[in-house]
């Protein structure tokens, strides 16, 4: 008889209201049918993905996570601490859900399941933050500082940027970092209201902000710095610059790099995959190329 292969499926029993509970017993057939035998692990807190997935990550053929995309930074951080590594399957259930949309994993969860079990790996690339991982967005500035957890009943990450924006009284109300931001051989000296190194086609559900031409692949992020406006007009540039997507504004830098060092004057909140990610001075994000392989659809025949 040949041995089945093995699969680790870990899920946060809390995400996105718990969506998970219907569905569980089908996921799991979905797996079962795909000839797999399977290891059923309920996360019990926070950090507990990442704990269980690089302890024993290594007896599995398949790992496969259902959660936010916290659950998700979790089991890829929990991976990239591995010498080696096992494929991943992602089934979305938070509840914007960037990164799954990015690379065309199915918002249904059985669908999502299947691609998992029957798709084909994508090497995906992974951020190093300081000594940290993030999947597909490290961020600062504005409402960062409360995480981007309150803001997803926001439709999306930057209209809620753009709310706050309109709804500062004086521009002063704006919480501004002076920082110097090196890459490609450049340095910028500038006083900044929010800052993100994405690897994603869209932030908080919303397309399009990270750029054009995003691969997850690539070896490069998308890096987006808005400045500190120093007048209302300076402020409703930003704004419609948000809402319309307007590339040819001074006040928003955009570019890619393989690599960003920022330097603040004080310690600076950040998010990793809108989890906290420590305060700091110094930040140095590299991208590790293809660090993981990721199950996605396979293409249709």
Known sequence: MDMKKKLLFVFNPRSGKAQIKNQLLDIVDTMVKADYEVTIYPTQCAGDAKEKVEAYAGNYDLVVCSGGDGTLDEVVTGMMHRKTKVPLGYIPAGSTNDFASSLGIPKDMEKAAEAAVTGKPFPCDVGLFNGDYFVYVAAFGLFTEV???????????????????????????????????????????????????????????????????????????????????????????????????????????????????????????????????????????????????????????
Request: net charge negative; charged share 25%; hydrophobic share 40%.
């Open 147 to 301: 995480s981007y957890k309150t803001s997803q009943e926001w439709k999306n990450v930057l209209g809620h940027a753009a709310y706050i924006l309109e709804g500062a009284k004086c521009l002063h109300d704006i919480p501004s970092f002076m920082m110097q931001v090196e890459y490609n051989n450049m340095r910028i000296q500038d006083e900044f209201i929010y800052g993100m190194i994405t690897n994603s086609t869209s932030v908080g559900g919303f397309k399009g902000m990270t750029g054009k031409d995003v691969l997850l692949d690539d070896g490069v992020f998308e890096v987006t710095l808005i400045k500190k406006p120093k007048n209302p007009m300076e402020l409703n540039e930003i704004i419609a610059s948000l809402i319309n997507l307007v590339d040819d504004t001074d006040m928003i830098y955009s570019f890619k790099t393989a690599e960003v060092k920022f330097t603040a004057s004080r310690e600076i909140p950040w998010t990793l995959d809108g989890e906290f990610g420590g305060d700091h001075e110094e930040v140095c994000v590299k991208n590790l190329k293809q660090a993981v392989d990721i199950m996605v659809k396979k293409p249709e025949e």
